[in-house]
């Protein structure tokens, strides 16, 4: 099944036997929930802003909160924006289930010349599925050439010579070298 992330495709779920739990653990609504138990257990969206590392925001975040530890699911470059979770407190385990996750991302490429929309169509279909990649120059990776998955590619608008596109990718896929690579075919 292509055009979804590894996670979002449908699985057969085993059930060994039916369970409930106590309503002595636990708590039984959200709304019970006390606010010290969210910030040493919960988990933050932040839409990161262009400008600082993934790190720096995770560390601000603990600093404002005021909670133990604070850690991000994957690293989004500097001049990126995007949602980064941020794991607080025991939550910080959890985020390593959420590193080898499939992304998404929607990007504006921009062309240095005129490409019929035909083409261009025709060239990013052709990055789906396992592709080589090598980290751009500037990245906090050993730059040595990976196979990574491109499990989708959707064109959402060109306008002259910008295209607004949406990839679901393996993580650790560098999406501006992806555009740098689609140019270069």
């Known amino acids: 099944m292509s055009g979804v992330l590894p996670a979002d495709r449908p699985r057969e779920v085993i059930v060994r036997t039916h369970d409930t739990t106590s309503p002595e653990y636990g ?3 959200p709304e019970e929930i006390p606010v010290e138990f969210l910030l040493e257990n919960g988990v933050v969206c932040l839409d990161k802003p262009a400008g600082p590392t993934s790190h720096e925001v995770a560390t601000w975040v ?10 991000h699911s994957g690293t989004l470059d500097p001049a990126v924006t995007g949602i980064l ?3 607080l407190g025991n939550a910080t385990k959890a985020m390593q289930a959420l590193l080898p996750a499939g992304k998404e991302y929607v990007c504006i490429m921009e062309l240095h010349g005129d490409v019929p929309e035909e083409s261009i169509r025709q060239v990013i279909e052709e990055f789906t599925g396992k592709i080589y990649q090598r980290p751009p120059l500037r990245s906090s990776v ?3 050439l990976r196979v990574r998955e491109i499990y989708y590619n959707r064109i959402l608008e060109m ?4 295209v607004l596109f949406r990839v ?3 993580a ?3 999406i501006r070298k992806l555009c740098f690579d689609i140019g270069e075919a």
Request: proline share 3%; hydrophobic share 30%; net charge positive.
């Open 27 to 29: 708590f039984s609504s």
């Open 62 to 71: 603990r600093k404002i909160l005021n909670v133990s530890k604070a850690g």
């Open 85 to 87: 979770p941020i794991g």
């Open 142 to 144: 050993k730059r040595v």
């Open 159 to 162: 306008k002259g010579r910008l």
């Open 168 to 170: 679901g990718c393996q």
């Open 172 to 174: 650790g896929t560098y």
